[in-house]
């Protein structure tokens, strides 16, 4: 979309598109871009009225300022709806192993979605699966929510080509994967599927 851009109505369209639909709704990929631009030059136009000493000005000044509050407003419930609806599917993605197309997910949101189902899985075998086998829970000291802090050894990767159900050098299933997927494995299986062009890593 080279002609796109950010104003005050098409973010408000983008928020009610959120609010009305149950699926996460599509963005340019260079939303964020787009949004740190436009509320940038609204604060520029904003200085710019304030410092001109005109009775005149300030109904501009007032209505550029609510503008930009707005915005920001918009702005924030838009991220919040997004970052729900990120969390409950890497929630549910976690229990059910079900797949979620991340082309529906900025790059930024794609490692958020990662590291969720890093962190519930992590706990979820520190916590149930020790409880299931009769032991107490162990969970380490805190450390970084970051995904590549949780499992150094795994590797948060988006599926670039559909790969059928398959057996890892760890003995466990993995797939099948459909394009577009997001899933974190193991830095061995990772390694596999990069070096036949079947999957590309999210860094």
């Known amino acids: 979309m080279e002609d796109f851009a950010i104003t005050y109505e098409s973010l408000y369209d983008m928020l009610r598109k959120e609010k009305s639909q149950e699926e996460l709704q599509k963005l340019d990929p260079n939303f964020f871009s787009f949004v740190a631009e436009y509320l940038n030059t609204k604060k520029q136009i904003l200085e710019s009225q304030e410092s001109k000493d005109s009775i ?13 509050e707005n915005s920001q407003k918009i702005l924030k419930e838009l991220y919040e709806r997004r970052e729900n609806k990120i969390i409950q599917m890497a929630l549910f993605s976690s229990r059910s192993e079900s797949r979620f197309d991340s082309e529906l997910m900025l790059k930024e949101e794609q490692e958020l979605f990662g590291s969720v189902i890093s962190t519930l899985t992590s706990f979820k075998t520190s916590i149930l699966d020790n409880l299931i086998r009769g032991k107490l829970p162990v969970i380490e000291q805190s450390k970084s929510i970051k995904s590549q802090d949780i499992d150094k050894n795994s590797r948060l990767v988006r599926f670039i080509n559909a790969v059928p159900k398959f057996v890892g050098d760890d003995l466990n299933i993995y797939g099948p994967y459909e394009e577009h997927d997001v899933a974190n494995l193991p830095e061995k299986v990772v390694k596999v599927l990069i070096d036949r062009n079947r999957a590309e890593e999210i860094k």
């Not at 501009?60 to 930009?68: A, G, N, S, V, Y």
């Open 56 to 68: 005149f000005a300030s109904a501009e000044i007032q209505k550029t300022r609510k503008q930009l």
